[in-house]
Each structure stands twice: as structure tokens, then as C-alpha cells.
């Protein structure tokens, strides 16, 4: 008695099982409601009414498409997971609070960011891989469309430590015979084109917006690499880890 009896908010927001297998796809990649719905095989009605339970929790987030105004990309908040889950585990006794991970030795891969331009997004992915993996990770980037590397995004890496002043632009034409163990696009625009690369490397999307696109202008780019390197640090851990569906 005088313990409070309410269930943790992580508990509460995920402990349906229709909740968490979406949570599960949603560790995967940023999806929209019609591959959630394929991929979870349930009606699109439920699924939207499972993922607005989620958004009301603030495990998933959403963002409109740059590619198709009407669609909408779902996102799991890895951050805001693990923070409740810590805060959860508390909750039920203090020695089961989870201090976070250390960044892990990752094993040795390669892996290839994709978006339109390859002038900020993807350059920004390939550096913090390449940075954080202690060059373990063979890390590449690409366009559909190149462009020259945006003096933004050279700026917001520099203070974070990496050097984008002589990256080039590429071509991801230039890598269609090549093998990769993962291929993740950036830019929604990117996806819908992406081909099919040697071997089926395991495909994952990032719906990041483009920082040139924004009339915040540098800022815009300090929030996407912010939020390329957050995206980095959780690869880094699927990277070192069995493989999700090994797992369940």
C-alpha cells in the first residue's frame, strides 16, 4: 500500500500487441499508414486508430511528404522510448533504472544514404557513420539528382567536427552494381525512385526534410543534422546487433 498503482506511460502507450508490432516496424524505417497496415495485415481504420493512440503518447511523430503533399510519414521517437522505458523500469524499483548504452563497436558493413540532391542530407548521414563507426562501417552517399554540396551543410558539420569542405556529389548511378548491407534513403522524392541494388541490402527511409527548401535558412540545417546524427547513433546499435526479425 502507498505505492501508486498507475501504469508507466511507456507501458500504457505500448503494451497492446497491435501497438508494438507498429512500434517494431517503425524501429525499422518511417512508414506510411498503408504499409503499416500492410505490413501488420490489419485494417487501415485500426492501424490509424492504434498510431493516433501512439502520436498522443509521443512515441511517433509524423511529417508530411515531400514528395506527395497528401501522404503522411510515420516515425518512432527512439529517444522519447528510451527515456520512458528508463523512467518506467524506476518506477517499479530504483535498481532497474537503464542508463543508456554506450555507442557500440559496430560490425563491419556497408552502407549507402540516398536523397535527391546529395548535397546535404546524405553527405551529413555518410560523415557521422563513417566518424562514429571508427571507419568499421564503409559508409557512401548518393543523389538522383546531384547537386553541389550546400555551404549550410558544410557550416553545420564543421562545428559539429566533420570536414564536408572537399565531399563531392555523386551520382547513385554510380553505385548500381555495387553490394551494400543497407541502403536508407533521406528524401521521400529519393524513395519512390530508389532502384534495386545487388543482393537486397535490408532497404530503411528517413523522411528528413531538405534543409535548402526552408527559408530558416542555416538553422534549418543544424535541426536535420541534429536529427542525422540521433538517427545515426540508433544504427549504429541495429548495426551491432542480431537482426530484428532474428530476434522476435
Known sequence: MGQRSDLPAFLRAAAHPLRWRLLGELARSDRQVHELTELVDERQNLVSYH??????AELVRTRRSSADGRDIYYRLDLTR????????????????????????????????????GNSSRSQMAEAFLRARSGGRVE????????????PCAVAAMATRGLD???ALSKNLEVYATEHFD???????RVREVCPEFPGHPDPAHWSIPDPAA??????????VADEIAERVGFLLHTLSSTPLEEAS
Open 51 to 56: 498510431l493516433g493512440l501512439l502520436r498522443k
Open 81 to 116: 522510448c528510451g527515456s520512458l522505458l528508463t523512467a518506467a523500469g524506476g518506477a517499479l524499483h530504483p535498481g532497474l533504472r537503464v542508463a543508456p548504452p554506450p555507442a557500440p563497436e559496430p560490425a563491419a558493413a556497408r552502407v549507402l544514404f540516398l536523397c535527391t
Open 139 to 150: 559508409a557512401f552517399s548518393a543523389g538522383s539528382h546531384p547537386k553541389p554540396i550546400h
Open 164 to 166: 564536408l569542405s572537399t
Open 182 to 188: 543497407r541502403v536508407i534513403t533521406l528524401c521521400d
Open 214 to 223: 526552408d527559408p530558416a535558412g542555416r538553422p534549418a540545417f543544424d535541426a
